[in-house]
T-cell receptor, first 118, second 110 residues
Framework: GAGVSQSPRYKVAKRGQDVALRCDPISGHVSLFWYQQALGQGPEFLTYFQNEAQLDKSGLPSDRFFAERPEGSVSTLKIQRTQQEDSAVYLC????????????????FGDGTRLSIL | RKEVEQDPGPFNVPEGATVAFNCTYSNSASQSFFWYRQDCRKEPKLLMSVYSSGNEDGRFTAQLNRASQYISLLIRDSKLSDSATYLCVVNGGGSYIPTFGRGTSLIVHP
């Protein structure tokens, strides 16, 4: 597709369940970011991939959060043993080049996955 | 103190008004600056990059003040459709991680 695609759009899970969120970036985009956005706040950085390499995961809130991008295209964010505080919108963004070499490039966001933990 | 700060608003203005938002950043080595627009329950979309010399795109003007470490967004002749949250983003300065402000809410009323 032309834009960044995320699925599912909405996810409801019970506390303690594992969830997996998918991001399909714009074709050919090298950089991929995951963000968490709470209501009324800006997106908070979670992790960054350059192609298949996860160069930064400093924003992941706990070891229950895991992300991968095995072939340098589609990425999955997995949350294990979900907690209520994990409820948020999870945004994926991609950009054309390697972000650490050129930070002066805009990101293209997907619609996000709205995660609710009951 | 947060790295990027914005007044959350809301800024409530009538159609046709001129409105301006500021965004301050703490890392003096920051290199790249952007304004994004986010509609309710939608994803952020790039509005404009902010260049050192300032730049204009139609009714929108962005400015960078490095000495005081802030960027600004000016919207002239506000339209109802300008109602949204405006996020500032700061990149670089020893980190390539984009840092977002919490956003400023704008409501344009008839």
């Amino acid at each position: 597709g032309a834009g960044v695609s995320q699925s599912p759009r909405y996810k409801v899970a019970k506390r303690g369940q594992d969830v997996a969120l998918r991001c399909d970036p714009i074709s050919g985009h090298v950089s991929l970011f995951w963000y968490q956005q709470a209501l009324g706040q800006g997106p908070e950085f979670l992790t960054y991939f350059q192609n298949e390499a996860q160069l930064d995961k400093s924003g992941l809130p706990s070891d229950r959060f895991f992300a991968e991008r095995p072939e340098g295209s589609v990425s999955t964010l997995k949350i294990q043993r979900t907690q209520q505080e994990d409820s948020a919108v999870y945004l994926c963004a991609s950009s054309l080049g390697a972000h650490f070499m050129d930070s002066n490039q805009p990101q293209h966001f997907g619609d996000g996955t709205r995660l609710s933990i009951l | 103190r947060k790295e990027v700060e914005q007044d959350p608003g809301p800024f409530n203005v009538p159609e046709g008004a001129t409105v301006a938002f500021n965004c301050t950043y703490s890392n003096s080595a920051s290199q790249s600056f952007f304004w994004y627009r986010q509609d309710c329950r939608k994803e952020p979309k790039l509005l404009m990059s902010v260049y050192s010399s300032g730049n204009e795109d139609g009714r929108f003007t962005a400015q960078l003040n490095r000495a005081s470490q802030y960027i600004s967004l000016l919207i002239r002749d506000s339209k109802l459709s300008d109602s949204a949250t405006y996020l500032c983003v700061v990149n670089g300065g020893g980190s390539y991680i984009p840092t977002f402000g919490r956003g400023t809410s704008l409501i344009v009323h008839p």
